[in-house]
C-alpha cells in the first residue's frame, strides 16, 4: 500500500485511535469516525492533518459514509468495558455485535482492503497457568467483553471465509500512556498517577499481586501501523511488552518515578479479575518486524510529566 491510502479509524477521537492516527497522518490519508459531538482535544494538534466524520456506528448511512472511498478500516470503536460488560449482557451485544455485523455487511459490497480490528488481549483468555500466553492458546473470558470481542474475532474469520475478507486481529495488552482518560477508573498507571499527584488514597482490588502487561501506547499504534502493510498469513497477532508487572511493582514503580508515596487500600477482589496475564509477542516480531521499545519506567515517567503539564482544571476533572 502506498501513502495515497485512506484509513478509516473508527472510535478515532478516543485515547488508542488518537495515537493512532497521529502515527499514520503522514503517511496515509486518515479520516477519523466518532461519535456525534465527541471532544477533541485528543487530536487537537494534528486535527487540521485528518478528517474528521461524527456520526453513529448504529446508524448504516452514517457508517456508509464513513467508509466510502476507504482502502483499510481499523475498528477500535467499543461501547462497554471490562468492569462494567457483565451488568448487561444483551447491552454489550446489541451495541457491539449487532453494528460490527451490519458494517460488514456494507463492507463486504465495497471495494475494502483490509479490516483490522483491535481485540482484547487481556480478557479473551481468562485464567492460564503457562505463560507467557500464545496466540493459539484456549480462550475462557471472564467478562462478558472478553466474550463480544471473540464473538467479533469469529464472524471476521466467517466473513473471510464467505466473502474473502482480508482481516487482521491484533489483541492488545493493558495499553497506556499520555491523553488516557481516568475518569472512567480503567487505565491502572494513569489512574495511579492521577491519585498520587492528587494525594489521594489509592484503592487496589485484591492484594496487589494481579499481574498485568502493560503497553507503552506509541508502541502499540507502531504494530498497528506495521498491520497495514502485512501480508502474509498470520490473522491474529499479540500486541504487548511480553512482560508482566503485579500492582504492588508498578506502585513501587510509580513511587520510585515520582518520589511520592500515598495511602494504599486494599479492597476485596473480584470475580471477573483474572490473576496473571502475559502475552507472547513473537508473532508480532517475526512477521510484522515490531517489538516495544519503551520500558515500564520510561512510559511512566512520560505519562507522569505529561499529567503534570495538565492544567489544574484538566487534573481535577479527567
Not at 43 to 59: A, C, P, Q, R, Y
Request: aromatic share 10%; charged share 25%; net charge neutral.
Amino acid at each position: 500500500m502506498n501513502d495515497k491510502s485512506r484509513i478509516l479509524i473508527t472510535g478515532g477521537g478516543g485515547f488508542i485511535g488518537s495515537h493512532l492516527a497521529e502515527e499514520l497522518k503522514d503517511d496515509y490519508l486518515v479520516r477519523i469516525f466518532d461519535k456525534k459531538y465527541f471532544s477533541h482535544q485528543n487530536i487537537e494538534t494534528f486535527e487540521e492533518n485528518v478528517e474528521v466524520l461524527e456520526g453513529d456506528f448504529h446508524n448504516i448511512k452514517d457508517v456508509e459514509a464513513a467508509v466510502d472511498g476507504v482502502d483499510v478500516v481499523i475498528h477500535l470503536a467499543w461501547s462497554t468495558l471490562p468492569a462494567m460488560s457483565n451488568a448487561n449482557y444483551r447491552y454489550d451485544v446489541e451495541t457491539n455485535i449487532i453494528p460490527l455485523l451490519n458494517a460488514l455487511d456494507l463492507l463486504n459490497k465495497k471495494s475494502i482492503r483490509k479490516f483490522i480490528f483491535i481485540s482484547s488481549g487481556g480478557t479473551v483468555y481468562g485464567n492460564v497457568e503457562k505463560m507467557p500466553i500464545k496466540e493459539d492458546e484456549q480462550t475462557r473470558p471472564l467478562c462478558s467483553y472478553g466474550i463480544t470481542k471473540l464473538m467479533a474475532e469469529k464472524y471476521l474469520f466467517l466473513n473471510r471465509h464467505l466473502f474473502d475478507l482480508d482481516y487482521t486481529v491484533l489483541r492488545l495488552a493493558n495499553p497506556y500512556g499520555e491523553r488516557q482518560n481516568v475518569q472512567n477508573r480503567q487505565g491502572l498507571i494513569v489512574t495511579l498517577l492521577f491519585d498520587v499527584i492528587h494525594r489521594t488514597p489509592i484503592e487496589i482490588w485484591g492484594d496487589g499481586t494481579v499481574v498485568r502487561d502493560y503497553l507503552y501506547i506509541r508502541d502499540a499504534a507502531r504494530c498497528v501501523k506495521k498491520a497495514i502493510s502485512y501480508q502474509g498469513t498470520q490473522k491474529l497477532f499479540h500486541v504487548s511488552s511480553g512482560k508482566g508487572h503485579s500492582i504492588n511493582e508498578i506502585l513501587e514503580t510509580i513511587t520510585a518515578v515520582t518520589g511520592q508515596r500515598v495511602e494504599v487500600r486494599y479492597k476485596e477482589a473480584r470475580k471477573f479479575d483474572v490473576q496473571r496475564n502475559v502475552l507472547d509477542n513473537t508473532r508480532a516480531n517475526q512477521e510484522l518486524g515490531w517489538r516495544p521499545e519503551v520500558g515500564l519506567s520510561q512510559g511512566i515517567e512520560k505519562v507522569y510529566q505529561w499529567m503534570k503539564r495538565r492544567s489544574p482544571e484538566e487534573s481535577d476533572h479527567p
